[in-house]
């Protein structure tokens, strides 16, 4: 019985996966392992773990979802391990769900905190776009499998410690692995650097159409401010793909982020929890946006955002 | 070539979600097809009419989940199958196996879903379906182009970037939101899905559901994480309410 944190190289959140399973490993009396795929351990190299295995094979240099599915089933053979802990990216949404299926069991994704009760673990996750949250247990018997939402456990908070490094060579053939995954590209260098901005105007579903833009816009003038927007704005069109803030999108830590709009869906709330101070407007006042924020207004936004823009030239004259 | 489209029945975005003893209170809530699978079913319509072949909807759920079926006949899909039943206590592996066995005499040359749902989003379903029929998937698409037997499909990555992968049919394909623009049913459309088939298959002839591999023990509202300060009531008052705090206060303006 042992866990098993799977980590991607050079990855703020594989730390946090690990910080979480070394947590789950000192509350349940579990030792915890680390696996790397295709290289990159070093880095784990003094931190508390019963062992670091790098994962290599020809047939994993790049990444498949049949590669590591089956390399990973293969480790977690020889471990024996009971509970796997990925952190919840985009490539561990593409093959964790895989992994676990092969054990005939379900990845609990994307957990944002974890009880352990009478030896049992149980994990909490957002439901309904964040607007719920759902405590999840395990039936059967295990493996168990669980991602770890960016953000939900503290990097800085691994442990410290050594461990020792081997190499695990699965067994893999070329006609195993169905997909031919070609280079990552940008689709253009991103003109808008965002990370740098002090002030940003994000504007979410809520402005309905893109002429309302100009209601933000008006916002973001009086304050020298940068335009940002959540995806399904920049999706339909309404602003450039390289102002949109979230997982697929920028990650901006400005001293006041407005959004305007958002209800917060955690791939917007990823992109721009780091702000200093959050200002919501929403009309729903269960919004997820309104959990994170410093200060909300509960209102619309096409009354609202004129009046802010009205208090702030009063205050300039 | 047949496209399987697997939609899922949601509460509808806007729907104020009421918690009873640890449960969704669902006695009044309306519905609406899951947003990412409104896009796969696009996508799926879109390379019928480049390629020919037929869209073949499929949908589990109770009755109710029948309106989200018609309206995706009205868009264009050809027929659907309703996997029909009580599926609360379902987790993604129970549907993933329902939706796997409804599609195994189908053999359907690429099946396309949404990469999550806008409800439990555990954003696997698909992948699992994949596994189950023994399909090579990939997740988070935005493009599909097919030509002869194989596709070059785009793959969303994190950061702003992007990657092609290739693969052979059959394959599952899960697709990202806002990759297409979503069609409306036309009047015509509407008139023919009346005529449409849509096969019945109940749980139980499917086997019925295998014993969950995870159970929700209860469902509970979200704690502030941080002290919010909140504005009610008149614009004009929480603007300046507003405007004083991030000056004073927060001493970021």
């Known amino acids: ?317 | 070539m047949k496209i399987a489209v697997c939609i899922k029945q949601v509460p509808a975005r806007d729907s104020v979600l009421r918690l009873d003893g640890g449960r969704l209170q669902d006695s009044d809530l309306s519905y609406e097809i899951n947003e990412p699978d409104a896009y796969a079913l696009e996508e799926g319509l879109q390379l019928k009419e480049k390629h020919g072949g037929e869209v073949v909807v499929v949908c589990a759920g109770p009755e109710r989940v029948g309106s989200t079926i018609r309206e995706a006949l009205a868009k264009g899909a050809d027929r659907a199958i309703h996997i029909e039943g009580d599926l609360d206590a379902a987790d993604p592996l129970g549907t993933a196996t329902l939706i796997a066995k409804a599609l195994e005499a189908e053999k359907p040359d690429l099946v396309l879903t949404g990469l999550q749902s806008d409800d439990l989003g555990y954003g696997q379903t698909g992948v699992i379906v994949a596994e189950l029929m023994g399909l090579p998937h990939a997740t988070i698409i935005m493009s599909v182009e097919v030509s002869a037997s194989h596709m070059k499909i785009k793959r969303e990555l994190e950061n702003g970037f992007f990657q092609y992968v290739e693969v052979a049919l059959p394959a599952l394909l899960t697709m990202q939101s806002g990759s297409n623009k979503l069609r409306y049913a036309t009047l015509m459309g509407i008139k023919k899905a009346k005529t449409k088939e849509v096969r019945k298959v109940d749980v139980a002839a499917l086997g019925g559901l295998p014993e969950a591999a995870v159970t929700t023990v209860r469902m509970f509202l979200p704690e502030r994480s941080k002290q919010s300060q909140i504005f009610e009531g008149d614009p004009r008052q929480a603007a300046a309410k507003l405007i004083e705090k991030l000056r004073f206060e927060a001493r970021v303006l």
Request: charged share 20%; with cysteine; aromatic share 8%.
């Open chain 1, 1 to 317: 019985m042992s866990i098993l944190a799977v980590l991607e190289q050079g990855n703020r959140m594989s730390l946090e996966a690990l910080a979480a399973s070394q947590q789950f490993g000192a509350e349940l009396g579990l030792p915890v392992y680390a696996a790397v795929v295709g290289g990159g351990s070093a880095e784990l190299a003094d931190k508390k773990l019963d062992g670091v295995y790098t994962v290599e094979h020809a047939l994993l240099s790049a990444y498949t979802a049949d590669g590591y599915s089956l390399a990973l089933h293969q480790l977690m053979a020889k471990l024996g391990s009971t509970l796997v802990v990925f952190p919840h990216t985009y490539q561990v949404r593409d093959f964790a769900p895989k992994l676990a299926t092969s054990f005939r069991k379900v990845l609990v994704s994307d957990c944002i905190g974890h009880k352990v009760e009478n030896g049992q673990i149980h994990f909490v996750r957002q439901v309904f776009q964040g607007k719920i949250n759902a405590e999840v247990s395990f039936a059967g018997n295990p493996p168990f499998f669980a991602s770890v939402q960016a953000g939900a456990w503290r990097a800085d908070s691994v442990m410290a410690g050594s461990c020792t490094a081997e190499t695990f060579t699965p067994e893999l053939s070329a006609a195993q692995i169905r997909t031919k995954p070609l280079e990552p590209f940008r689709d253009a260098e991103r003109a808008v650097d965002l990370s740098a901005a002090q002030i940003i105007v994000s504007v979410g579903r809520g402005i309905k159409e893109a002429e309302n833009i100009a209601v933000a816009q008006k916002l973001a003038d009086i304050l020298g401010a940068e335009m940002a927007a959540s995806r399904p704005i920049c999706d339909n069109g309404w602003m450039p793909m390289e102002r949109q803030v979230g997982s697929s999108g920028q990650t901006v830590a400005p001293k006041i982020y407005f959004a305007i709009g958002i209800s917060g869906a955690i791939q917007h709330l990823v992109g721009m929890k780091g702000a200093k101070t959050v200002v919501a407007i929403n009309r729903d006042p269960e919004a997820p946006i309104f959990e994170i924020a410093d200060y909300g207004i509960v209102g619309d936004l096409f009354q609202v955002v004129p009046a802010i823009v009205d208090e702030l030239r009063k205050a300039k004259a």
